[in-house]
């Protein structure tokens, strides 16, 4: 798993435990993602089904694409397809994708690069892997995180942020055992490169064979954690986590996890996300590629997509590979 790797660790800025008296954050559940398909037909884990909105918030879904071994001519992405009402977040873990929007918007990311869209008020898309994976095939790793906007800026104008690897927060746990990537927000005063609407702090964490983790977290934040690959534990309880689990962590000022000794011989470390945001705490009316807050902006948002207000495919770039249809189905 390629992501952004240091040759020494130690040599980084280290994370300060928590103080003695920091309220350790207790797992209040742990779910199985299930397995699904996306766009023109990539399998990807549901990596927070089952979990409640109300302790999401203001996450919406985050979807696991991979570790799939693509043979020549199998690789596939998504067609052009709307968005309105939230940021789409796509961290490449390894492999390369192409992204390219209808505002202009877009590029190349791989190997721990990540592509940060603000779809707002609307906008069209599409994410398909390298020609050169295409044709040749290879490995593609990566995770689609959506993130909600409030109601004040689901109309902000669309944006785009191509966030290269080498601009990363990297930083250790207190003792080495973790190397730990800050992408968006802020861990221990370390800002992570990821401009947001919605306050949230996106970490991916590499953790050692028998190494325990522990951090500081904003008690006004949620806390989630989606385990990449490996095995371990996370809470004071030690509740067991693997591959394609999310652990949802209740109040508190801190979160600790660790890896088992011993880790799968395709996993030789724990490979997990760490996520958590301020809640937005408004209603949640989702459907397909539109969050809005009400079902008549659900209904605005298609009936708008279908008049061709939310933006022209450029007739020169990127069309999509399967020549099927675009649309969203109501």
Do not use: C
């Not at 023109?40 to 071994?69: S, T």
């Not at 693509?70 to 992405?77: L, V």
């Not at 789409?88 to 190349?108: A, N, P």
């Amino acid at each position: 798993m390629p992501a952004v790797t240091v040759e020494n660790i130690l040599a980084l800025d280290r994370v300060a435990r928590p103080a003695t008296d920091a309220k350790i954050r207790p797992v209040v559940s742990v779910t199985t993602a299930p397995s699904g398909f996306e766009g023109e037909g990539f399998p990807v884990r549901r990596g927070f089904a089952g979990i409640p909105q109300q302790q999401l918030d203001p996450f919406i879904m985050l979807d696991q694409m991979g570790e799939n071994e693509w043979r020549a001519g199998e690789a596939k992405g998504t067609p052009w397809h709307p968005h309105r009402g939230f940021e789409t977040v796509t961290y490449m873990i390894e492999g390369t994708f192409k992204h390219r929007d209808s505002e202009g918007g877009g590029g190349v990311i791989s190997d721990g690069d990540t592509q940060w869209m603000t779809a707002g008020a609307g906008i069209l898309h599409i994410e398909v892997p390298s020609e050169e994976i295409v044709i040749s095939g290879g490995v593609v790793h990566g995770t689609q995180l959506w993130v909600n906007l409030p109601r004040d800026k689901k109309w902000a104008k669309p944006r785009y942020q191509n966030i290269s690897r080498t601009n990363l927060s990297l930083l250790s746990s207190h003792d080495g055992g973790a190397l730990i990537r800050v992408i968006a927000g802020s861990l221990d005063g370390h800002d992570g490169p990821g401009v947001t609407y919605s306050p949230i702090t996106y970490v991916h964490a590499t953790v050692s064979p028998g190494a325990r983790v522990e951090l500081p977290w904003n008690s006004e934040y949620n806390a989630l954690a989606y385990v990449l690959a490996g095995n371990g534990t996370v809470g004071p309880s030690k509740n067991p986590i693997q591959l394609g689990q999310a652990a949802v962590f209740g109040n508190g000022d801190s979160i600790v996890l660790s890896a088992d000794a011993e880790q799968d011989s395709k996993s030789p470390e724990l490979e997990i996300l760490l996520l958590g945001g301020q809640p937005i705490r408004e209603p949640v009316a989702w459907y397909g590629p539109f969050v809005m807050n009400t079902q008549e902006e659900l209904q605005q948002a298609f009936a708008d997509y279908h008049a061709g207000k939310l933006g022209v495919i450029p007739p020169d770039v990127m069309p999509h590979t399967n020549g099927g249809d675009a649309a969203p189905k109501v």
